[in-house]
């Protein structure tokens, strides 16, 4: 039980277009999704925190505007890199909570952005 | 700010016994955890331990928790091949579902 599911596993893009990329609890509810981003060789950093059913909370130094996430569901966030630029190219992975303990935060596989 | 540091890497023979440690600075985290990611994958639960814990247990591995010294560390028993990937430690914000990850130690167990 408790698998999250990430869409697509990786994709490459040109500048300048916009990317979706899905995450989804697959077998329970998550009141709560997590967006982190990992460049290589590095660790994770939290971008954004959102619920179902409310605006997304901003780590200091994300740009909402370019990076948006809608939690629309208890099943499914969405993250979309809008304009995307070669340095958007990186790891992202989402998680999911089902709000009781953070011990039962899932993590998906990830999904690889590269960005031409 | 938080900060959450780790060695870079470890290297230890099959069979051997690995410890990766960990530094954390919010003394108001309630949880720690360690994650295992494998390459080009998301990351692994391997445990965790509540913030009034010294020691965890679980199959081969412990947790050592020194809150004065905010020190935390993992022993894993018998190291298999199986076990190298990058490990990651990670704290609770307080009472929120935040979580601060540590720099990543990369464990490479040889024959």
């Known amino acids: 039980g408790a698998v999250v599911s990430q869409h697509p596993s990786w994709v490459i893009c040109k500048s300048g277009t916009s990317v979706k990329i899905e995450c989804r609890s697959l077998?329970?509810?998550?009141?709560?999704m997590f967006w982190y981003r990992q460049f290589p060789k590095q660790s994770l950093m939290l971008m954004a925190t959102?619920?179902?059913?409310?605006?997304?909370?901003?780590e200091q130094g994300v740009e909402k505007d370019k990076f948006l996430i809608n939690h629309a569901s208890l099943t499914l966030s969405t993250l979309t890199v809008t304009s995307a630029h070669p340095e958007d190219s990186s790891f992202y992975i989402c998680?999911?909570?089902?709000?009781?303990?953070?011990?039962?935060?899932?993590f998906g596989p990830g999904t690889r952005l590269t960005v031409t | 700010g938080e900060d959450v540091e780790q060695s870079l890497f470890l290297s230890v023979r099959e069979g051997d016994s690995s410890v990766i440690n960990c530094t954390y600075t919010?003394?108001?985290?309630?949880?720690l955890y360690w994650y295992k990611q494998e390459p080009g994958a998301g990351l692994q639960l391997l445990t965790y331990?509540?913030?009034?814990?010294d020691m965890k247990q679980d199959q081969r591995l412990t947790v050592l928790l020194n809150k004065k010294d905010k020190h935390l560390s993992l022993r894993i028993a018998d190291t298999q091949t199986g076990d190298s990937a990058i490990y990651f430690c990670?704290?609770?914000?307080?009472?929120?579902?935040?979580?601060?990850f540590g720099t990543g130690t990369r464990l490479q167990v040889f024959p």
């Open positions: 990670a704290e609770s914000m307080g009472n929120t579902d935040k979580l601060i």
């Open positions: 077998d329970f509810q998550a009141t709560t």
């Open positions: 959102s619920n179902e059913g409310s605006k997304a909370t901003y």
């Open positions: 998680s999911a909570s089902t709000g009781a303990r953070t011990y039962e935060q899932y």
């Open positions: 919010d003394s108001s985290s309630t949880y």
């Open positions: 331990i509540f913030s009034n814990m």
